[in-house]
Each structure stands twice: as structure tokens, then as C-alpha cells.
Nanobody, 125 residues
């Protein structure tokens, strides 16, 4: 069975930084797109960022643009999310996902078929 495992979450003060990592567990797989989604308490899961291997396209939600940076190590099938200038409204469970999407279709949850369980990010003073 293929799974993704997230790490790097935690408690941070407003204005602080965290770096999330997402690595595969189980048998190897190949997906051109990897993304991050988040779900805050009482809210639906929302797109945060995605990256594709073809051309290295990157995509961000407006709410995180300029603060978050996504990157990937294709040799390790690992994706990272560097989060800077964190705000209390960034508090959520962050999940990574892998899929076959390209371009702006990568904003859609339905485009991903492999998911991790998530890691908690809490931004609070």
C-alpha cells in the first residue's frame, strides 16, 4: 500500500516559520504532481500549494502567496512546504497529496489519488 507521511508540524508564534515535509511510505510510486491542502477546525479542506515535475510549475492559494514556498526532490519523491510569516489563520491540519494533474487542475482535491494523514500546524502566541 502506498501512503504519504507528513512531518514538521508544530506550535509556532505568529510571524514564525515551519517547514513541512512529505515522503512516501510503502512501495514506490510516480506522480507528476504533489500538493498541500489544509483543513481548519469546522472548515472544509482547502488547497494550499502544488508543484508539478514537468517544467516545475508551482501554484499557490492567494492566502499564502508570498509567504509559503513549495519544492520537491524528485529522486526522493519528497515535497516540502516552507511556511514563513505564519498567521493564526494558518492554523490547520496540513495534508500532502500526489496525483496526475497538471496546470491549474492541481487546485482540485479530486485530482489527487494518494494522501497523507496530515500534520497539525498551530500558530498562536
Amino acid at each position: 500500500q502506498v501512503q504519504l507521511v507528513e512531518s514538521g508540524g508544530g506550535l509556532v508564534q505568529p510571524g514564525g516559520s515551519l517547514r513541512l515535509s512529505c515522503t512516501p511510505s510503502g512501495r514506490t510510486f510516480s506522480r507528476p504532481a504533489m500538493g498541500w491542502f489544509r483543513q481548519a477546525p469546522g472548515k472544509g479542506r482547502e488547497f494550499v500549494s502544488a508543484i508539478t515535475s514537468s517544467g516545475g510549475g508551482t501554484y499557490y492559494a492567494e492566502s499564502v502567496k508570498g509567504r509559503f514556498t513549495i519544492s520537491r526532490d524528485n529522486a526522493k519523491n519528497t515535497v516540502y512546504l516552507q511556511m514563513n510569516s505564519l498567521k493564526p489563520e494558518d492554523t490547520a491540519v496540513y495534508s500532502c497529496a500526489a496525483g496526475f494533474c497538471s496546470g491549474y487542475r492541481c487546485y482540485e482535491r479530486a485530482e489527487y489519488d494518494i494522501w497523507g494523514r496530515g500534520t497539525q500546524v498551530t500558530v498562536s502566541s
